[in-house]
Nanobody
Framework: QVHLVESGGGLVQAGGSLRLSCAAS????????MAWFRQAPGQERDFVAAISWMTPSTYYADSVKGRFTISRDNAKNTVYLEMNSLKPEDTADYSCAAAIGYSGTYFASARLYNYWGQGTQVTVSS
């Protein structure tokens, strides 16, 4: 069982930055692929970024490439999402997700993930 808790959301002006954190419980974090998804009101949940537990490697949606950075600290059981050059269209509820033991190379499907956090709201004003 894995419990995920996000933090770091808030209100920021366009062009600003935020860092989201996702703290995970359990002893399997070092073997767990982690991802961030986001969902804006009335829209589907979209993949944002993922980080594998091997190497590790990172993957990004085209819409955030070059602006967002995902990283992990296995000693702290935490995954981060550094968001720079934020745009109003980045406004959404951001959730982290965990896929224990996943060793594939495709990370964008929500169905891969066993556990989800409650989400943290990010609002970017223009």
């Amino acid at each position: 069982q894995v419990h995920l808790v996000e933090s770091g959301g808030g209100l920021v002006q366009a062009g600003g930055s935020l860092r989201l954190s996702c703290a995970a419980s359990g002893r399997t974090f070092s073997r767990t692929a982690m991802a961030w998804f986001r969902q804006a009101p009335g829209q589907e949940r979209d993949f944002v970024a993922a980080i594998s537990w091997m190497t590790p490697s990172t993957y990004y949606a085209d819409s955030v490439k070059g602006r967002f950075t995902i990283s992990r600290d296995n000693a702290k059981n935490t995954v981060y999402l550094e968001m720079n050059s934020l745009k109003p269209e980045d406004t959404a509820d951001y959730s982290c997700a965990a896929a224990i033991g996943y060793s594939g190379t495709y990370f964008a499907s929500a169905r891969l993930y066993n556990y989800w956090g409650q989400g943290t709201q990010v609002t970017v004003s223009s």
